[in-house]
DNA sequence: TATGAATGAGACTTCATTCAT
DNA sequence: TATGAATGAAGTCTCATTCAT
């Protein structure tokens, strides 16, 4: 049972390694099973398919990524702490999870539907964390009353922007270190109380 | 020499279509072939591989779409304005090229190192004219003195954004309607000075 | 030993089933083995491989019909009631087994020759128990002095018809019923006296 | 066009040979497409796919053999030559294509239901043109009253037992010569009035 | 230039068989 | 004996690209 989850994790980490490094569609699953250690065939054990690989491997690690960014967000006492503790662990994650963030910026958005459709939701969920504490800070009247799908559009955009750039970025960053500077800008867009 | 070029327009607009419906991987030459009415061997005589045209394509069509910004900040006096112009130029784009949003959105993230490479240069051009604005504005005092690579990634991002969850809405929605409240975010974020 | 001949039948008896209905080459050893409620390992200590399943099969169930044909005709006193005797066992046996039925009607004509020549010795006894029961008719003058192999070819083959005929047919029928009329032009083709 | 007929026609002369050979399942495209000297993507241009090729060969096949039994039937006068020309016929496009006689006998009784009910059109068609000659016989009173679905199942039993043994016999032999002594039996079977 | 039939490398996936437990 | 997870060879089919016409 425990060994059955190891393997299962183990292909899960090949994948991402695999597929960040050349693409999903470039991926071959042999290459994925190398990195894995295992046989091919054992592959089709764990997983419907190449395709199921995809979606399980965002669905597990988004999942996780939003039980991580509800436990801070509930230390929080106020919205602008809300908003620095989203930021920090959006790119917290990402940089300690390099090659799932390459799947994350580069895959995500591959337009086949079927995986599209089964990536959406837990998307659709962070989305709904965002906008939460967006809410919940009008509420509040720490922050203005701001369009919540533009904010939200805007926190997110920027963040996933600030990712993909620090990835394409031929010399090493810190991505921590644009909380910020970013946090700066978000605190004036929503015209943050302190 | 016209023709040519007509033929060679013809391909890239069927390529957009097909690519957009079924993703640069999924989506077969013959396809874009059939979309062309042109027969297969007929593409190989404009572009150089399926790859190629992808790379075209976004360079062709982002190029132009650079000239028209340039166009409408030429135009403009004040900070300000000039952001709305990109937002309204950056929207309106998308907004009349649905399908190239499509691939905008899905393929400027290729993990194909050859790929990705290739697309960069127009994608960093665009990002040279917001910084150039964000820049200028500074100088002439009108924004705060923010991090420039932040604010670029915060607009950037914002807009990005703004045109994916457009084209995931189910509902039909206009994005030219996200310019006012994206902007007013923009505005407090960059302590804009009417 | 005797629980080692019920694994062996449980397994053989499950096969049938699964052969039946997914033909031989469709049909996966593990379907098998959940059929029998065995693991798939276990079938590879009671059989060398599947293709052995198959012959295993064939000889053991063709074995025990020809003794069972054998005993109907020992009993009988006329070429008559010795053809009566094989269609009625024949046909008999068909019914009580339809999924053997089946698998005989399809796999006795393998084009695998290391499955059609194992299978082939039953067959040619069957076919020798028939000839038999002809030559003797001849030689009592029971019937006229017809060709031989020509004769058991008919017998055989209109019987082999009658029960694929049974099988396909899509509302259920009665085989034995199929007796008489056929008897009656096997009477006649053989110029049977009473 | 008469090319793209030809290449059809090659195709399926290779498959019948390979089929024949190795049994359907056995048979890799790959070594239809070599036999018919082509390379294997264009067997797919063709036909849909593996079974297509089956299914079409054997449609084909039946079908043109159809035409001929029904054309020699139609030159007939009596019911005793009518049943001539059918053994004949049959006998003699089995002797002409071996390896198509091989791939009947085998593959008529697939179980892949999806095979099976293609091929059962034709052969359903060749059972009404038999059983039109026995009501024909029977109306004319050229033979006794007998069930006409077991006449036809002795009829086409008897050939295509004639046909099996005539593949299996380890000595070549002539299918033809089985003509008379099998249709001495029909005439009795059926109390044939000359 | 234009065509589109043909190519064939290579991908995904299946499944008979093995072997450590 | 029995298990069933793991193996990996092998097969079907796709599709970018070529080339004779």
Not at 55 to 81: H, N, P, W, Y
Not at 114 to 119: F, V, W
Request: aromatic fraction near 10%; glycine fraction near 4%; charge should be positive.
């Amino acid at each position: 049972m425990t060994k059955r989850q190891d393997k299962y994790q183990l292909i899960l980490e090949a994948a991402v390694e695999a597929i960040a490094e050349t693409g999903f569609y470039q991926c071959q699953v042999s290459k994925i099973a190398r990195l894995a250690g295992v046989a091919d065939g054992t592959i089709y054990l764990y997983f419907k398919n190449k395709e199921d690989i995809l979606i399980r491997l965002f669905q597990e690690r988004m999942g996780e990524f939003i039980v991580d960014v509800r436990d801070q967000i509930a230390k929080c006492q106020t919205t602008s702490s809300r908003l620095k503790a989203i930021m920090a662990a959006h790119f917290n994650y990402m940089e300690k999870n390099r090659s799932y963030a390459i799947v994350t910026q580069l895959e995500v958005r591959q337009s086949d539907s079927r995986i599209r459709n089964a990536i959406r939701e837990p998307v659709l969920e962070y989305f709904r964390v965002i906008e939460e504490v967006i809410e919940r800070g009008i509420e509040s009247k720490d922050i203005a009353n701001v369009n919540v799908r533009a904010a939200r559009q805007m926190i997110f955009g920027a963040m996933d922007e600030a990712v993909t750039d620090w990835l394409m970025a031929r010399k090493p960053r810190l991505l921590l270190n644009q909380v910020e500077p970013i946090f700066y800008l978000f605190a004036g867009a929503l015209r943050l109380q302190e």
